[in-house]
């Protein structure tokens, strides 16, 4: 079988060590030390003190735990602002080289409070919403409307009036139904608005891998000849303006066919649009990759962005058409390697599996609550000590959190000094996007603080959850108001 890379939730567990390590994922290797931060893994800030302990933003683990408590979510200020950056400079240079324009949109999904807002839109992006909440936080930072996409497969009537009564710059639609009500409402409201048509191109890519079918069997987006009955319906209706078309076609994609596959599909329906008017915007998504591990290996963005763009330029030449305003979406990318969630160590204990196997599990102080990619993807992480270093021999383990429920698992396999003990914080890089977006309460268990970091200072971005919040939602409890 094929060697199956970290972050996909399949995992091949046929081909393992034979060694004493028997219980660790072929892909896993005993490192030579495990203090060490890997490049790429961590934000560019990250490094050890000179007692130690793991600096962000230039401030040590002990300095933030102590002051926020732990769990705790560490944004490095720095690291999402390069990236944004990189990410904008990257797409413009590579359409600058075929004379055309790239948009740049943050995906909020990922991770959106209204400092993460400011900070991508003061580095040139844009920023993408998808339901109402995620435009409240957006138009809360002060986000000029203009630079907002709305996205979603269902958006309410609420939301669609919001969008368009702040102007918002353009609203992705996914079916005829969405058609309608977008262009009732700006027709309400007096408005006309900007749409793109979200398509299905039948491409999926997922990391080394895309798949590509005639028809993804999925909710997204419209299937090709759907979408051109769309794009005449649009055409018709006074308060709607067609833009272009939209696709995504995945997740921590490290490759660049995928998005080759995908882009060449879509131009084919582009070019046929273009007999009925203008077709101004093609926007592809986002969904590029970052490590989460040391063994995964991204493409640079300026790599990834020549050849996407040089792609469509070539499917618009041999097309004979010109080249539309390109528009991409990343959201992982931006904010992914930014983030490090730190933990403190409650308990260690050794399970023993075989006669010369055990694996070493660590609990830490918060888990599925505060990181669900584990339990819901599969997804791969590594960790370190935060508060010190130890040259004691790694041992195999695995970091589980608190919940109740056997597959809260922060980090599946690494190897971290044998030494680990409760009181230690334990770092786990690159948990900046897809973790406070998706944190619960599970257990009852309140969401840890957002903590940004930057030039030796933090700040709180987003409060953590008290033990107040959580009871303040049950009705059942009286307050020292509600009392009577
Ligand atoms: C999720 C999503 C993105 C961002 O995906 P990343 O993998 O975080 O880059 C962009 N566009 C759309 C439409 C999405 O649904």
Known sequence: MAHSAPGLPSHDWCSVHSSA?????????????ANALAPGVW???????????????????????????????????????????????????????????????????????TAIARWVTDEGLNVDVCTRGELEIALAADVDPARIGFHG???????????????IGTIVVDSAIEI????????????????????????????HDFLATAHEDQKFGMPFADAVTAVARIRELASLEFLGLHCHIGSQIFGVAGFRESASRVLELHEQLRAGGEVPLLNLGGGFGI????????????QLAAEIVDAVAEGCAQRG???????????????????????????????????????LYVS??????????????????????????????????????????????????????GDITPGDLLAVPATGAY?????????????????????????????????????SRDAGISTKEGAR
């Not at 408590?69 to 720095?78: I, K, S, Y």
């Not at 992982?332 to 409650?346: D, F, K, M, N, S």
Request: hydrophobic share 40%; charged share 25%.
């Open 435 to 471: 973790c406070a977006s998706l944190s619960s309460n599970y257990n009852h268990v309140p969401r840890p603080a957002v903590v940004a970091v930057s030039a030796g200072a933090s700040r709180i971005i987003v409060r953590g959850e008290t033990i107040d919040d959580l009871l």
């Open 43 to 113: 934000p560019r800030s990250s490094v050890r003190s000179p007692d130690g302990q793991i600096l962000l933003g230039g401030m040590t683990a002990s300095e933030i735990a102590g002051q926020y408590g732990t769990p705790v979510m560490v944004l490095d200020e720095d690291e999402v602002r390069t990236r944004a950056r990189s990410f904008r400079d990257a797409f413009a240079a590579a359409t600058g080289r075929h004379g055309t324009t790239a948009r740049v949109y943050y995906a909020g999904k990922a991770f959106l409070s």
């Open 153 to 167: 497969n269902n958006k309410s009537r609420d939301e669609i009036e919001r969008a368009v009564s702040v102007g």
């Open 321 to 359: 058409i010109p080249m539309p305003a390109l528009a991409f979406e990343p959201g992982r990318a931006i904010v992914g390697t930014a983030g490090v969630t730190l933990y403190e160590v409650g308990t260690t204990k050794p399970v023993r599996l075989g006669s010369d196997e055990s694996r």
């Open 364 to 417: 830490v102080d918060g888990g599925m609550s505060d990181n669900a990619r584990p339990a819901l993807y599969g997804a791969q992480y590594s960790a370190r000590i935060a508060s010190r270093t130890s040259d004691v021999e790694p041992a195999l383990v695995r970091v589980v959190g608190k919940h109740c429920e056997s597959g809260d698992i922060v980090v599946d396999h690494e190897y971290l000094p």
């Open 180 to 207: 309608e009500r977008v262009a009732e409402i700006s027709e309400r409201l007096g408005a006309v608005q900007r749409v793109l048509v979200r398509v299905n191109s039948g491409v999926h890519a997922e990391t």
């Open 21 to 33: 390590d028997s219980l660790a994922p072929e892909w896993l290797v005993v490192p030579d030390d």
């Open 291 to 302: 490590a989460y591990t040391s063994v995964d290996d991204p493409t640079p963005i300026e």
